[in-house]
């Protein structure tokens, strides 16, 4: 089921080996501005002209001093106008990706029927993307705007604004001279690990970015990463102005901020585990899940998610349906799924217990019908989180629990149902305990 919905939204600048482009989440720390941006411009790609290569340059060391790694290549740098860039993403959504993921959280409940997802992430990646650095390329584009107030403003709270969106991006060309960006794109995992692998790539990139602004601003670092100043860049991202981000679902929302914010979260705890080496490191032990990123002491301590497997269900194809997928979501889409209709993004607490999860999507024509199941870390966890779902369940969630697990089944014929049922209260609850609960 990849590319999942973040990797649609974040990676379509540059295909499914792009890293997520810089957005206002990351302009979120720097002192607000009111000055004009750059005049509008055609749409246009172009190479930085001298003036513009000069003060890249400038912040390419910055980048080195920040990160502790230094450039082993030069590296290539291009000015792409905001409908450049929407075009540029519009021809790397695939069709077939984007019909699957419609299929699948329309199936869930979490987008709405008639959403035209292509035409609403061309909207979102225009409003959003400042700029995106390209490992297949090994290339950097860079909004004109930023460009523009960087070369031509230099001191004013714009320019530290756009300084921030280049660090950030520089540290993704770092990440591939040294820690194997490239070759980690391309490897095939689930939805829920390739959101925790970029996840680690952003909030490397965060806190690079954090770190040089700590020195233009002279500030202490430890001021800029705290829980109150992550839930402010938090709040900031989701708002301030970004109409699209504002009026998406909270899947694309939540998708689209957690992998800087919670990211963020997750390469600060292992800073203070072990500098920046401890982060090198990560990137040759990825962490397995978002579980891992959302509570740092698992990765820390080596603890990972449960695997678990469904067998064939006849019934479906007896009853006109094919298998299309299989995945594993995670703790992050669960807190999204557990808060359907709520007016809230997430609800956190509710899936704080997940231990696993397997979804297996099928179709007939353009109907879905989903066999979930989602393991726990003891059975009161898998109580409460039974218990959020009746408060938020719509006429086609039909969900059991045994002992740790629970089943749902959304658009489920009956005849499957009562198959898929018998199997999960014979095979599927697993023993009793065999996690310790996650902290709170």
């Known amino acids: ?3 999942t919905f973040l990797l649609l939204l974040c990676l379509a600048c540059g295909g499914a080996a792009t890293t997520a482009p810089a957005t206002t989440a990351s302009r979120t720390v720097a002192t607000p501005t009111t ?3 750059a005049p509008a411009r055609p749409s246009v790609s172009r190479p930085l002209d001298p003036r ?3 003060a890249l340059d400038r912040l390419i060391g910055a980048t080195e001093r920040a990160r502790e790694l230094s450039f082993v290549r030069h590296v290539d740098a291009f000015v792409q106008s905001p409908d450049a860039i929407a075009a540029h993403a519009d021809t790397q959504l695939d069709e077939e990706d984007l019909a699957e993921a419609g299929l699948l959280y329309r199936g869930l409940g979490m987008i709405p029927p008639d959403l035209d997802l292509r035409a609403h992430l061309r909207d979102l990646l225009g409003e959003q993307v400042l700029g995106y650095f390209d490992p297949e390329e090994d290339r950097l584009v860079l909004r004109d ?5 960087l070369s ?3 001191g004013s709270p714009s320019a530290l604004d756009a300084r921030l969106v280049v660090v950030h991006e520089l540290t993704h060309a770092l990440q591939a001279h040294h820690l194997r960006l490239r070759e980690l794109h391309d490897v095939e995992r689930s939805s829920d690990a390739d959101v925790a692998f970029h996840a680690l790539v952003e909030g490397d990139a965060m806190l690079s ?10 500030v202490p670092l430890e ?3 705290t829980d109150a100043a992550i839930d402010q860049l938090a709040s900031g991202a989701a708002g301030g102005g970004n109409d699209s981000l504002l009026a998406a679902p909270p899947i694309v929302r939540v998708s689209l901020v957690a992998p800087y914010v919670a990211g963020l979260r997750f390469v600060r705890a292992l ?5 920046w080496r401890k982060i090198d490191d990560a990137f040759a032990r990825l962490p397995a899940s978002m579980e891992q990123v959302l509570h740092p002491e698992r990765y820390l301590q080596g603890e990972a998610p449960e695997p678990l497997t469904l067998p064939e269900f006849p019934a479906f194809a007896a009853a006109g349906f094919e298998r299309v997928d299989e995945d594993t979501l995670g703790e992050l889409e669960l807190s999204v799924f557990f808060a359907r209709g709520t007016g809230e993004d997430t609800n956190a607490a509710a899936a704080a217990g997940w231990a696993g999860d397997l979804l297996r999507l099928y179709r007939a024509g353009d109907r879905p019908a989903i066999v979930w199941v989602i393991r726990f870390d003891d059975p009161r966890e898998a109580t409460e989180a039974e218990s959020a779902l009746r408060r938020v369940a719509d006429p086609n969630d039909r969900f059991h629990r045994v002992n740790r697990s629970l089943l749902v089944c959304r658009h489920v014929p009956e005849a499957a149902e009562a198959e898929v049922l018998t199997w999960f209260r014979t095979e599927a609850a697993g023993p009793t305990v065999t996690r310790a609960p996650t902290a709170r």
């Open 35 to 37: 000055e004009p941006t």
């Open 152 to 154: 031509t403003r230099p």
């Open 271 to 275: 800073h203070a585990s072990g500098g």
């Open 223 to 225: 001021n800029l990463v």
């Open 209 to 218: 970015m954090l770190v040089d602004l700590s020195v233009e601003m002279n």
């Open 52 to 54: 513009e290569r000069a």
């Open 1 to 3: 089921m990849k590319p």
């Open 145 to 149: 705007e930023v460009v523009h107030i």
